[in-house]
């Protein structure tokens, strides 16, 4: 009888290319954008349920998350990030659902911060959090190489703020939780405020008004169509050139250049030296064509665009007999090959036009944003 060999890789993939593909630092995908920044989701799970990202509606009791033998471990998570900073990555950050529900997950960042880039320089790591577990890991998470973190803030007004995290979670364990990480050092920390129109528009000028001499970076994010259930709508969309024509209206601010090529947020000063706020507008001003980012899902398969339908399947790999050389092959044929540009086509059509399937996009609580 003769045997049937299968190879795993296209079983489960169906695209996973090994031609040998060398990394030199310098991959480029099909509009010569680079892959520098790696975004590496640890878990599913959290423990807010916001409307814009798990609605307790379908994230409720009986939602199947996923299995822990489904994520990758740390030592998978840390082989896979040593393969993409040889392909060029300089910036690692960790997102959930909500990455400090990840048991241990200071073990990780030590293995990540002892890495350096290319050029020898030490990685950029960081975290986004909603901030609920931050004043209790902060000093710990400093310890391990953690440089800095991200807070998710939608609202300083107590009575808006439960309502949107659906869970009556207080905003003043949010604030303490940044008051620590200011003291810990891990700075600059950035605020997040995605800006819902009819829900917490109300809150723009409280939320400039708090973080202005903080030293914090307020950014506010126009509410996006990621996945298929947090119910988008164009209508609900308030533009960036509204938050901040607001905000100057009552703090002076002017337009300050990138920090780096591939910056998602446009910058801002307040004129009276109060800081600096960032708009982020990835609905009314796509922001494409400098896209440097690969998504790594918490069960390791890799997106190349935060509303792409599906990803490719490395846990496949790791799990198989495949050296690094592989997949890092792998890994340089799929970046090589991308052309997402999903923002800038949807602002080219009619508004709430949906391209593709949105029924099958993948959700950001899964990969993160």
Known sequence: MT???????????NDLNLAHFSATGLLADTLARPLRDLRISVTDRCN?????????????????????TSLLSFEEIARL??????????????????????????????????????????????????????????QSLKDAGLQRVTVS???????????????????????????????????????NMVV???TNDSEILPMARHFRHSGNVLRFIEYMDVGATNGWRMDEVLPSAQVIAAVNAHFPVAPIDANYLGETAERWRYADGGGEIGVISSVTQAFCSDCNRA??????????????????????LLRGNYNDEQIASAVGNIWHKRDDRYSELRAALPADTQIGDSKKRVEMSYIGG
Do not use: W
Not at 3 to 13: A, D, E, G, K, S
Not at 55 to 65: R, T
């Open 3 to 13: 045997t049937r060999i299968i190879p795993i890789v296209n079983q489960l993939t």
């Open 48 to 68: 807010f349920r916001c409307s814009y990202c798990m609605p307790s509606e379908v994230f409720n009791k009986d939602y199947a998350f996923l299995p822990q």
């Open 81 to 138: 990030a040593r393969i993409f900073v040889a392909h060029g990555v300089e910036k690692i950050r960790l997102t959930g659902g909500e990455p400090l529900l990840r048991k241990n997950l200071e073990v990780l960042i030590e293995m990540l911060a002892k890495m350096t880039t290319v050029a020898g320089r030490p990685m950029d790591i960081t975290l986004t959090t909603n901030a609920s577990l931050l004043g209790k890991k902060a």
């Open 153 to 191: 803030l939608d609202a300083m007004d107590d009575t808006i703020f439960r309502r949107m995290n659906d869970v009556d979670f207080p905003v003043a364990d949010v604030l303490r939780g940044i008051e620590v990480a200011n003291k810990v050092g891990l700075l600059p920390i950035k605020i």
């Open 196 to 198: 819902k129109r009819g």
């Open 295 to 316: 998504r790594l899902s918490t069960e390791g398969k890799l997106y190349l665009c935060l509303f792409a339908s599906g990803g490719h399947d490395l846990r496949a």
